[in-house]
């Protein structure tokens, strides 16, 4: 076993500061955006979940699931974001194990399918997800890739 524990926030709700720190500084989004997120979360607002993985007590990747990430097809909804995993632990398998997470925590939820947006080319195929079409990113030059999990 490789001692990393994957947790939703709701199951820990005590790293939501230290998380919404974590990812803005990780993406350069206001931790207040991510606050107000993860707040709706655990407030039972939404089910669109934050998802962790730890290392003992430090955040060594995760990712959010939220309505729309930044780009122009707001049909398709929710998806997933700030996907990341810190450079020392990766190709360990962490962001599979958490994007996993969050597609069989929002099936359960009964929200199916889910969508992300990424430069990104053969990584998420590893985990079931499918290229579905290209979208223009909010103040982006470039079309994106847009993928879709069933």
């Given amino acids: 076993m490789d001692g990393l524990q994957y947790v939703t926030l709701r199951e820990k709700e005590d790293l939501k500061d230290r998380g919404a720190q974590w990812f803005h500084e990780k993406w350069g989004v ?8 993860m707040e709706a979360y655990l407030s039972g607002e939404t089910e669109y979940g934050w998802y962790l993985c730890l290392d003992g007590e430090r955040i060594v990747g995760g990712l959010g699931v939220i309505e729309n990430d930044f780009h122009d097809r707001k049909d398709l909804k929710p998806n997933v974001c700030a996907v990341y995993t810190e450079e020392d632990y990766r190709c360990r398998g962490i962001a599979g194990k958490l994007l996993n997470l969050a597609v069989e925590d929002q099936r359960k939820n009964g929200i199916s ?9 053969n990584f ?5 997800w499918e290229f579905y079409c290209m979208a223009q990113g909010d103040d982006e ?3 994106t890739r847009l993928y ?3």
């Fill in 30 to 37: 206001p931790k207040e955006a991510y606050l107000e997120c």
């Fill in 113 to 121: 399918p889910i969508y992300l947006v990424t430069d990104h080319t």
């Fill in 124 to 128: 998420y195929e590893r985990y079931g």
């Fill in 141 to 143: 030059p470039e079309m």
């Fill in 148 to 150: 879709i999990h069933k």
